[in-house]
């Protein structure tokens, strides 16, 4: 009596394998034809892929990577030259500029000297102008002397 009363009761194994069968048999004819033409459609997808889109698709990055490459060796090249010009430029203007600075430098010591002999000019002409004075004040004391002895 026990038994059959926990078997009503407590065992529900062989209800929930009934319903278990029931739900895998409704799954596999409502979703297993669904499914397979799902899983066919992939397969032919992915077979086109690998044979047709992939090769048309690793041609063309091949083409337009060595388009690209080609284009930068261009650029490069002409960026190079453009530099070398540049150099070239500033090599000139540098030269230019140091025949501007020593000739400057020539003209400033040039003049410089210039100033040095007008002011050694100057310098005699003053000592000159000074001598005149002390003799023409000493010929005038000389002259005043002679008034003051009256």
């Known amino acids: 009596d026990v038994g059959e009363i926990y078997s009503r009761l407590l065992d529900h194994r062989p209800v929930i394998q009934g319903e278990i069968r029931y739900f895998v048999k409704e799954f596999e004819e409502k979703r297993g034809l669904r499914e397979l033409r799902v899983l066919e459609n992939l397969k032919n997808t992915i077979f086109e892929t690998n044979e047709h889109v992939l090769p048309k698709c690793e041609q063309a990055m091949h083409d337009n990577l060595n388009e690209a490459f080609k284009r930068l060796q261009a650029a490069n090249d002409m960026i190079r030259r453009l530099q070398e010009k540049e150099h070239e430029e500033r090599k000139l203007q540098m030269d230019k500029l140091m025949a501007r600075e020593e000739k400057r430098m020539a003209h400033w010591e040039e003049f410089m000297k210039e100033q040095q002999n007008k002011q050694a000019e100057v310098d005699e002409e003053h000592r000159k102008a000074m ?14 002397a002679k008034y003051v002895s009256f």
């Open 131 to 144: 001598e005149r004075l002390k003799e023409q004040y000493s010929e005038m004391e000389k002259e005043l």
